[in-house]
Structures are given as C-alpha cells and as structure tokens.
C-alpha cells in the first residue's frame, strides 16, 4: 500500500496461452476497482504468486515441464526480477508458499513438493524435494500422484500438500534450518474425486478440501495439536443435475468464517455456501456467475468486503461486492488480463 492508502494486486497468467505475465495493478480503497499500473514477462508462466511475510518479495511459480520458482523485489512500483529462476526439480508446479525462512512448491507434473530457501530477497538452490506416492481410479487424471497445492496450517507447526492424483492430504514437518520436509500422516479422501485445494477456517480447527473430478467440498476437522486431518462430511458446491463438465478450483473462507466461497470452471460459477457454529455443515446457498469463462482462481481482499475472481479463458479478472448478511458476490467490475490464472494483494 503507498502513502495514499492505495493498495496493489498481482495478477498471474500463462505466458504460453496470451498471458503477459504478471500484471500489476492498484487498487481503489473505496471501491475496489483495479487499474493496471505495468507487467513483466520475466518468468514463464507465473500462474500462481505469494508474497512474503513482510510483502517486499513476490514468489512466483514457473509452470513449466522443467519447472522453476522465481522472485521479484515488489518495492518499487513494479517488480524486479531478483535474481535468474531457480529449478525445483519437478514437473509443472502449479502451486507454492512461504513457510520456515523458506519457498515450497506443489509439483502436478511429478507429483512431489519442492523446497528452495529465501534469503535476503533471493531464492537459493533446493535443498529438498518430497515425492508423493500412490494413484486413484480415474486413471484417465490419476495414474500417478499429482501435488496441486502446498501451504502451512494456521499454528505453522506443520505443512500440508493436497494431491489430485492419489486423493490424498499429506501432512508434513519442515525443518526451518535444513528445509527437509518429512512425512508425518496422510488422510485418505473419497476415491475419484481428486482433491485440489484446502483452506482452514479461521478458527483453526477445521478445513475444507475442494474436489476437482467431483464438484464438491470435503469437511474436516483439523488437529494442529497431533498434525492429523479427519473428513467428516462432503457437501456439493453446484446444485443437483449441474455436475456435468464442471471442474471447481479455489475455496476461500470469510474473515469471520460465516461463509465459504469455491470457483467452477465449466459452469462458470461462484458457489456461495454458509457454515453453521459447527463449521461441519456447509449449505450450499446459491451459485452467482464468475464474470467471465473458466474462473481459476478466487481471492479475498484485505478489508474481505470483496471477491476477485480470475477467468482464464475470458482473460478478466472481475470482483465482486460481498453482501455482509447473506455472504453473496454482486459483480462490480473487471480489468482485462489474458490468461490469468492468479490474483494476490500486497
């Protein structure tokens, strides 16, 4: 944010599908609305970014077969490249976050994760790399493992991976100093339905698996005390009948954990579902449109009066006004961005 109050967003793309690479924009504080301030195509593909801690450094992953992760000085208005990508030595890596002083990436291609430190800005050469194991009957997506997602659980005594390919949630420990990343547990999901993206509820106890070969949101109850995962219930996040062609891809949760909120592809759809005091019940109030075609992703912003989805194929990304009493998007606006695939603030 500068000294006007005026905030910044970055959003990803596919360089190889259009995209410019990654875009920067401000932010309205009033309103919302984006407006682009420049783009690089320094990196290939940065189709998903993170921000460190103190947001001086962007992280970006390179979705590539070689597969690589890079970082960009964000102190200026717009990002610098820090420095050359560096490989992960894995497969497409499609997802990435910050934990223990360090960059941790989520491999599709090879199915494994990947850790690179951050040091002074600077990525340095991977110290390690986790390979997942197994497969799912789908053999058409699931004949091998295939990590769509890293992230710390809320306490950050652990990280978890979510792996399409083998219906899993694997839970680890990283070693700040080292970077090895061991295995401590995995949770076995419903067979076939391909798990892509979790996110904790806010009162750390509990989180939710959103299912890409099945639209629907997997409940479970979270231990940050034992490291353990346990489903409890599955709800569909697009009503009955409307299951065709329809691969969901991001769920995000309210601040105050009223609301869950998931993107679909194909039906091209937000799905808003409300949580009651158990957090196991989710209710699947309404799907509004996405604004544009194959929303990939879905972002809160900071005030989370506000949901930015980004619409790959429409090449958009379009936010949304949050009714604070029902948890439903009104559609505000939206900035032209090809091929995006990912939007951040910082």
Same mark, same amino acid.
């Given at each position: ?190 067979? @076939?339905?391909? /798990? =892509?993206? !979790?996110?904790?509820? *806010?009162? +750390?106890?509990?989180? #939710?698996?959103? %299912? $890409? ?78 604004? @544009?075609?194959? /929303? =990939?992703? !879905?972002?809160?912003? *900071?005030? +989370?009066?506000?949901? #930015?989805?980004? %619409? $790959? ?34």
């Amino acid at each position: 944010m500068d000294s006007t109050g005026t905030g910044r967003a970055f959003i990803g793309s596919f360089t190889t599908a259009g995209g410019r690479g990654i875009i920067t924009a401000s932010v309205d504080p009033k309103t919302g609305a984006l407006t682009e301030l420049g783009a690089t195509d320094a990196v290939a593909n940065p189709s998903f970014l993170a921000l460190s801690q103190d947001g001086s450094v962007l992280c970006t992953v390179s979705e590539t077969e070689d597969g690589a992760l890079a970082a960009f000085d964000v102190n200026g208005t717009l990002p610098r490249p820090a420095g050359a990508p560096v490989p992960v030595g894995g497969e497409s890596p499609t997802h990435l976050a910050l934990a223990g002083g360090h960059v941790l990436s989520a491999n599709y291609g090879s199915g494994s994760v990947s850790v690179l430190p951050l040091r002074g800005g600077e990525l340095g050469e991977r110290v390690s790399v986790l390979r997942h194991q197994g497969s799912g009957p789908r053999t058409e997506r699931q004949e091998g493992p295939h990590a769509h997602q890293v992230l710390p659980d809320p306490s950050g005594r652990w990280v978890v991976s979510v792996d399409l390919g083998t219906d899993s949630v694997r839970i680890c420990t990283l070693d700040a100093d080292t970077g090895a990343l061991a295995l401590h547990g995995e949770c076995a999901l419903k067979p @076939g339905s391909g /798990p =892509r993206h !979790l996110v904790f509820h *806010p009162d +750390g106890t509990h989180a #939710y698996v959103l %299912n $890409e070969l099945e639209p629907t949101l997997t409940v479970c109850r979270w231990d940050a005390g034992a490291g353990t995962l346990e489903p409890v219930g599955e709800t569909a996040v697009v009503p009955d009948g409307e299951y065709t062609e329809t691969y969901a891809s991001e769920v995000v949760v309210s601040h105050d954990g009223r609301f869950l909120w998931a993107a679909n592809r194909g039906h091209d759809s937000i799905s808003v579902l409300a949580l009651d005091e158990s957090r196991e019940k989710p209710a699947l109030v309404t799907t509004v449109g996405c604004g @544009g075609h194959w /929303p =990939r992703d !879905l972002a809160l912003d *900071p005030s +989370g009066r506000r949901l #930015y989805a980004a %619409n $790959e194929r429409s090449g958009d990304v379009t936010w949304f006004d949050i009714d604070p009493g029902t948890g439903i998007p009104s559609r505000a606006g939206s900035i032209e961005a090809p091929a995006a695939s990912c939007v951040i603030f910082g």
